[in-house]
C-alpha cells in the first residue's frame, strides 16, 4: 500500500536547511512506499523565504522538483481552499491561504500533511515533525 504525503513550506525549508526536523522528512522521502507531493503555492513560499535568507533559490527549487510532484491549481482546489481557509480562520486568526491549499490538497488526494507548522497541531491528517 502506497502511502501518501503532502509537504509543507515549513517541512522543505527544515529539510533544505538540514536540520534535525528536515532529517525526519527525509526518512518519508527515502521510503520507496510513499508519494510525496507540494502545492504549487507552496514552491513560491519556499523560493520567497530562501530568497529572503540569502539562500541559494535553485538549489531549492530544484530539491522540491526532485522529490515530489507538483499539484497544480485549478477551480475546484481554489473553492475548497477558499471554504477551509473560511472555517480555519473562524478559530486561527492567523491561518494562511496558502495553508488551506495545503488543506485542500490534501483532502482531494487523501494525504498526510508533512509539517511542523503551528497552524496544522491537532489536525488528524498532519504528521508534525516538530
Known sequence: MTNK????AWAWIEYFRGSEYGAKLNNILEDSATEVYTCAITVAEV???TARDGRDV???YDMILSNAQITKIDEQISKQAGLVHSKMRQTTKDFGIA???ILATA???KA??????????GLE????IK
Open 5 to 8: 504525503y503532502i509537504v509543507d
Open 47 to 49: 523560493i520567497s523565504k
Open 58 to 60: 535553485e538549489a531549492a
Open 99 to 101: 495553508d488551506a491549499y
Open 107 to 109: 483532502s482531494k488526494l
Open 112 to 121: 498526510k500533511i508533512i509539517t511542523g507548522d503551528p497552524h496544522f497541531k
Open 125 to 128: 491528517n498532519a504528521i508534525m
